[in-house]
């Protein structure tokens, strides 16, 4: 695992209050960096967050700050490398979606998507990379994404285009950012087990049955389990990996159409083994 150290490093996480945001937080601070956590002013679970971080025995300096708000991005990052000292890792993990069919979306909903899930983004890695150069340290960027930045959901058709526009622009950076030792990927989660897809309206017990069928693996993905893939895009084993995403979606863009489900029952030829090894 010193492959993987963080030691001695400070990670910023945005929407660190919960989901994803906090898997990311509590497995930075497992590896051993120090964190600086951000969500929506008086967001819950933000102190829980900073909590779970310090259980592990690094900092957590916790700066609020509507990511809407992209003028006052650069004065967030700003304070942040004030408080906290050089950054080294940035987790572009904020995000919001509304589910509205492409012709009910309003202009204020469609700015509302676009600000939090590309505009942020951008002006936040804007000013933050700057002070990686300045600092001349090597950075590591990680935006996270989704599978709706590759293949689109209906009623999502916002959220949809603001993922993929952030995976170009993470191609973009990586490109500009090559020079100055910052590496820039992108992380591609499914569909995870977080407070996000709870907010749509409709009947999610009969939508998540018929996902999870849908899902190769069969079921929707804990937080924990993007983890492995961002302690590699944040750490030095990730050094030569830039400008390329890391999709952890349990095989659903693997699976072109779900024909296993009307396929005949998987058979082997294989006598089946027991525990010890050896076959009946």
């Given at each position: 695992?010193?492959?993987?150290?963080?030691?001695?490093?400070?990670?910023?996480?945005?929407?660190?209050?919960?989901?994803?945001?906090?898997?990311?937080?509590?497995?930075?601070?497992?590896?051993?960096?120090?964190?600086?956590?951000?969500?929506?002013?008086?967001?819950?679970?933000?102190?829980?967050?900073?909590?779970?971080?310090?259980?592990?025995?690094?900092?957590?300096?916790?700066?609020?700050?509507?990511?809407?708000?992209?003028?006052?991005?650069?004065?967030?990052?700003?304070?942040?490398?004030?408080?906290?000292?050089?950054?080294?890792?940035?987790?572009?993990?904020?995000?919001?979606?509304?589910?509205?069919?492409?012709?009910?979306?309003?202009?204020?909903?469609?700015?509302?998507?676009?600000?939090?899930?590309?505009?942020?983004?951008?002006?936040?890695?804007?000013?933050?990379?700057?002070?990686?150069?300045?600092?001349?340290?090597?950075?590591?960027?990680?935006?996270?994404?989704?599978?709706?930045?590759?293949?689109?959901?209906?009623?999502?058709?916002?959220?949809?285009?603001?993922?993929?526009?952030?995976?170009?622009?993470?191609?973009?950076?990586?490109?500009?950012?090559?020079?100055?030792?910052?590496?820039?990927?992108?992380?591609?989660?499914?569909?995870?087990?977080?407070?996000?897809?709870?907010?749509?309206?409709?009947?999610?017990?009969?939508?998540?049955?018929?996902?999870?069928?849908?899902?190769?693996?069969?079921?929707?993905?804990?937080?924990?389990?993007?983890?492995?893939?961002?302690?590699?895009?944040?750490?030095?084993?990730?050094?030569?990996?830039?400008?390329?995403?890391?999709?952890?979606?349990?095989?659903?863009?693997?699976?072109?159409?779900?024909?296993?489900?009307?396929m005949p029952p998987y058979r082997t030829s294989l006598r089946p083994?027991?525990?010890?090894?050896?076959?009946?």
């Open positions: 695992m010193s492959r993987f150290d963080l030691s001695g490093r400070t990670a910023l996480v945005t929407g660190a209050a919960g989901g994803l945001g906090r898997a990311f937080a509590g497995a930075l601070a497992e590896a051993g960096a120090d964190l600086v956590l951000t969500d929506l002013p008086g967001a819950d679970g933000l102190a829980e967050t900073a909590a779970l971080v310090r259980e592990s025995g690094r900092g957590a300096l916790v700066v609020e700050q509507d990511l809407s708000d992209t003028a006052a991005l650069h004065g967030f990052a700003d304070r942040v490398r004030e408080q906290a000292g050089p950054l080294r890792i940035l987790v572009n993990n904020a995000g919001t979606a509304a589910l509205e069919r492409f012709n009910e979306i309003t202009p204020e909903s469609w700015y509302r998507v676009m600000r939090v899930n590309l505009d942020a983004v951008f002006f936040l890695t804007q000013r933050v990379a700057e002070h990686m150069i300045a600092d001349g340290l090597p950075g590591r960027i990680v935006n996270v994404t989704s599978k709706n930045a590759l293949v689109a959901e209906a009623g999502l058709a916002h959220y949809n285009a603001s993922k993929a526009a952030v995976d170009l622009l993470t191609q973009s950076l990586a490109v500009e950012l090559a020079p100055h030792g910052i590496t820039a990927n992108s992380l591609a989660p499914g569909m995870v087990a977080t407070p996000i897809d709870g907010e749509f309206p409709f009947d999610r017990e009969a939508f998540e049955d018929a996902y999870r069928r849908r899902i190769p693996l069969g079921r929707y993905a804990r937080p924990d389990e993007c983890t492995g893939a961002l302690l590699l895009l944040a750490g030095d084993e990730g050094a030569y990996l830039t400008g390329t995403r890391i999709v952890v979606d349990g095989g659903v863009l693997a699976d072109q159409m779900p024909r296993t489900a009307f083994r027991r525990k010890d090894g050896t076959t009946p």
